[in-house]
């Protein structure tokens, strides 16, 4: 009987879980930030990667919440650590561009590599522009030009 409340009680929090999945992805789509925050919040929570990497953006860009590089940054790195390498290449940029803390290329480096590896535009091209400015790795202009043959295919 314990089994069965048990099982009955996982199978409501995850259908719990999908809407509130649902809800997150249909407030952001309709442009509802503010409402996209909370429910992305929850959904985060819940282990959902790509919904730790939205509400991210939502911090970076300071929708529907106040713009806070930190959280940001906190978001980005959660989604990244769970398969979300979209979030990867974002994380690259804080890393490239110092938003959180001083500049540090190898990070950047080490996030956009992951990104690219699995053909994300936004990761081949901040690893593009890490070679082409040789910024923590050498500069290698025909690297970049490769990288960047690899953002035109990833995008068709």
Same mark, same amino acid.
């Given at each position: 009987?314990?089994?069965?409340?048990?099982?009955?009680?996982?199978?409501?929090?995850?259908?719990?879980?999908?809407?509130?999945?649902?809800?997150?992805?249909?407030?952001?789509?309709?442009?509802?930030?503010?409402?996209?925050?909370?429910?992305?919040?929850? $959904? *985060?929570?819940?282990?959902?990667?790509?919904? =730790?990497?939205? /509400?991210?953006? @939502?911090?970076? %860009? #300071?929708? +529907? !919440? &106040?713009?806070?590089?930190?959280?940001?940054?906190?978001?980005?790195?959660?989604?990244?650590?769970?398969?979300?390498?979209?979030?990867?290449?974002?994380?690259?940029?804080?890393?490239?561009?110092?938003?959180?803390?001083?500049?540090?290329?190898?990070?950047?480096?080490?996030?956009?590599?992951? $990104? *690219?590896?699995?053909?994300?535009?936004?990761? =081949?091209?901040? /690893?593009?522009? @890490?070679?082409? %400015? #040789?910024? +923590? !790795? &050498?500069?290698?202009?025909?690297?970049?030009?490769?990288?960047?043959?690899?953002?035109?295919?990833?995008?068709?």
């Amino acid at each position: 009987m314990k089994g069965l409340f048990l099982g009955l009680l996982t199978l409501c929090i995850g259908l719990v879980a999908g809407e509130v999945e649902q809800a997150f992805s249909a407030a952001f789509r309709r442009g509802d930030y503010q409402s996209a925050a909370q429910y992305g919040k929850i $959904s *985060c929570e819940n282990g959902h990667a790509s919904s =730790c990497g939205l /509400l991210g953006t @939502l911090y970076k %860009d #300071g929708l +529907g !919440v &106040k713009k806070d590089y930190v959280e940001a940054f906190s978001y980005f790195s959660r989604a990244c650590r769970g398969g979300s390498t979209f979030s990867c290449a974002d994380l690259g940029d804080i890393h490239r561009l110092g938003l959180v803390a001083t500049k540090d290329y190898e990070l950047a480096y080490i996030n956009y590599k992951k $990104s *690219c590896d699995d053909s994300v535009a936004a990761g =081949c091209t901040g /690893l593009g522009h @890490l070679y082409f %400015d #040789g910024q +923590g !790795v &050498k500069k290698i202009i025909l690297k970049r030009l490769l990288t960047l043959s690899k953002v035109a295919m990833a995008a068709t």
